[in-house]
């Protein structure tokens, strides 16, 4: 058996390391640090994060899924 190893999702806990906003994005640099970024500065610093990351997590789609603001009126 192999084992594979999977980064965890990001939480609403993990915080941007440049703005304290919530994480998006997780880099895993080639040297074995990690770096979070909101959907802001991960697109701000895309290019140079590209070339010093072995893994790049973007999650920043959640941003724009179609889960409603609020629950229906028979939900809440």
Do not use: N
Request: glycine letters at 6%; one cysteine or more; proline letters at 5%.
């Amino acid at each position: 058996m192999t084992a594979v190893l999977t980064t965890p999702p990001i939480t609403a806990a993990e915080r941007c390391d440049r703005c304290g906003a919530q994480a998006y994005v997780r880099v895993l640099l080639a040297s074995g640090g990690e770096l979070l970024f909101c959907a802001h500065h991960g697109r701000e610093h895309s290019a140079r994060l590209r070339e010093v990351a072995a893994e790049i997590h973007d999650q920043s789609d959640r941003l724009t899924s179609s889960t409603p603001a609020s629950a229906p009126d028979g939900e809440r």
